[in-house]
């Protein structure tokens, strides 16, 4: 199998040498400031969407996360079967479905008309740069499917809470949704928040998927660049592609360095089972 790889690999080297584009005058296309622009603002375009689905996904992996955690059947069932459907599905089919749905760009229509009508300049921008099916096509299919992840890496965590915290509560005084807002749920983002972090960078790649629908995110741009760039050697498919890969494994590193970092706070003044240190050391007072 490594060797059928490496052979693989070196005849893909072989053919983008022979094309030219290992060529440095392939990277001179970037020196321009309309090539420069265009891949700034496929990263905007990018990020706007990772934002986006960030936050729509946290929220349905919250609800997701609550009804599959309800003791109702009614609620819990029906959590349940949505969890296990958008999981199930891809990702991409979902984006599909939604952009070829006159429901949404009929919803997203009338936000814009309403922003515009309502909020003045402030609507105006904000119906500019966020009233496109494209964009609300692919933030809320990968926000279903991260959102059904999210879900079940909270229940997780939940289940990760020692039953003392929830005796604890309910000893307290406090109501079952009081105990899993106040006592439960901050403990089992903490205890999860690496995985959180890591379904959040799930997002960021799933973005890519906006190249399928002709929504400018990054890789949409890096291929019209490649496609509508000529030089004297051809198109620089190659010098593109290492540019936009660079650019995801960046964003990619700082998530799971911002993880790392925000674990390391997080467990900074908590013992070995999650509790609050508390110091050994007795206090000294003046007689």
């Not at 040498?17 to 622009?37: C, I, N």
């Not at 700082?254 to 013992?271: H, I, P, V």
Request: aromatic share 10%; with cysteine; net charge positive.
């Amino acid at each position: 199998m490594a060797a059928v790889t490496g052979g693989a690999l070196c005849w893909a080297l072989l053919r983008f040498k022979e094309a030219g584009q290992f060529d440095a005058r392939m990277w001179e296309a970037f020196e321009y400031r309309g090539v420069q622009l265009r891949i700034l603002t496929g990263m905007v375009d990018t990020v706007k969407a990772f934002v986006l689905a960030v936050v729509l996904s946290l929220l349905l992996g919250l609800l997701f996360a609550a009804g599959r955690l309800s003791t109702h059947g009614l609620l819990r069932r029906p959590a349940g079967a949505l969890v296990e459907f958008f999981r199930a599905v891809p990702v991409i089919i979902t984006v599909f479905a939604l952009y070829a749905t006159d429901l949404l760009r009929t919803a997203v229509a009338a936000a814009a008309g309403f922003l515009r009508e309502n909020l003045g300049s402030p609507g105006e921008w904000a119906a500019t740069n966020f009233a496109s099916p494209t964009l609300w096509a692919l933030v809320v299919g990968i926000a279903l499917y991260n959102g059904a992840a999210q879900a079940e890496i909270l229940r997780a965590g939940v289940g990760a809470v020692p039953k003392g915290q929830f005796e604890a509560g309910y000893a307290l005084g406090m109501r079952k949704t009081q105990v899993m807002t106040a006592v439960v749920m901050p403990q089992a983002v903490r205890t999860m928040l690496p995985s959180i972090i890591s379904q959040m960078v799930v997002t960021l790649k799933d973005t890519s998927l906006g190249f399928f629908i002709m929504y400018e995110e990054l890789l949409y741009a890096g291929k019209l660049l490649a496609q509508n760039t000529a030089t004297p050697h051809g198109y620089p498919y190659l010098p593109v592609l290492c540019v936009v890969g660079s650019l995801y494994i960046i964003t990619c590193l700082l998530l799971s360095w911002a993880a790392r970092r925000l674990t390391a706070l997080e467990w900074r003044g908590l013992d070995g089972r999650g509790l609050p240190r508390v110091s050994s050391k007795m206090p000294t007072g003046s007689r």
